[in-house]
């Protein structure tokens, strides 16, 4: 539990120690890479195997991720931060394949719970100048961060949780690729960025892809035969020995 209570927080703060906000988009296509990630792993570490077309349906939701992100003034151009991006790519996904282990163990509830608390507890560092800063913060500011630590932090982790323990990992993680698509959309309503054609052509692309994971894209996991059955097969044989030699009369 601990092995994933500590990749959770290690992939944010590779996350906003990456870039700059101002060139957000550009890690789209870099944190797009966590499907990919989380496949690979599941294949080594959990005996998930995806079939061709369900890495075929992987790449095409990708390039979608990658036109979305062509959406943002002067196009892709990649960073020094770019290696921390993957970095955080990587450690969000050996979170959620770790997490996939743990949920034989516990429930989705359960094992959420113990993820925020685990967050909230390498948050502490900030405590002393939360107390600080808090009375000057904007109203907006403070719901804002409300808002983030209710929703895209609790709600959503628990709904992952318990999605995760309903289906594989390589399943669930294809719909990852939505999220620049949502974002899109709420970006168009809320903050009235108009999207040009071919974000929103990536934007159907990454539907594409993503229906054709779990259409076509049939996800085979690796049974396991544990030797106790066995043992319990040949107990009553030997019971039933033990009978019949005390049942036999003697002459």
């Known amino acids: 539990m601990r092995f994933v209570i500590f990749f959770s927080p290690l992939s944010l703060f590779f996350s906003f120690h990456s870039t700059p906000p101002s060139i957000l988009v550009n890690k789209v296509p870099l944190i797009a890479t966590v499907p990919c990630f989380t496949v690979i792993l599941a294949t080594l570490f959990l005996g998930e195997r995806f079939s061709v077309w369900g890495w075929v349906g992987l790449l095409i939701s990708f390039t979608g991720v990658a036109l979305i992100s062509l959406n943002g003034n002067g196009g892709l151009h990649f960073t020094p931060g770019a290696l921390l991006i993957l970095l955080a790519s990587f450690s969000e996904s050996v979170y959620f394949v770790a997490q996939k282990r743990y949920l034989r163990k516990y429930s989705g509830l359960e094992l959420a719970t113990y993820n925020l608390w685990g967050g909230t507890l390498f948050m502490l560092i900030f405590l002393p100048t939360l107390w600080q800063e808090l009375p000057h913060a904007p109203l907006g500011a403070t719901l804002a961060i409300v808002f983030l630590g209710l929703f895209p932090a609790a709600v959503a982790n628990l709904v992952w949780t318990f999605a995760l323990s309903r289906t594989s990992a390589s399943a669930a993680i294809s719909f990852l690729n939505i999220s620049p698509v949502f974002s899109l959309i ?30 076509k894209g049939k996800v085979r996991v690796r049974a396991e035969q544990p030797a106790e059955p066995l043992a319990k097969e040949v107990q009553p044989q030997v019971l039933l020995l033990v009978s019949e030699e005390v049942s036999t009369p003697t002459n």
Not at 191 to 198: N, T, Y
Not at 202 to 207: K, N, R
């Open 186 to 215: 709420i970006a168009w309503l809320w903050l009235r960025e108009v999207p040009s054609p071919i974000a929103l052509g990536g934007g159907l692309v990454v539907i594409l892809g993503v229906l054709l994971i779990n259409l």
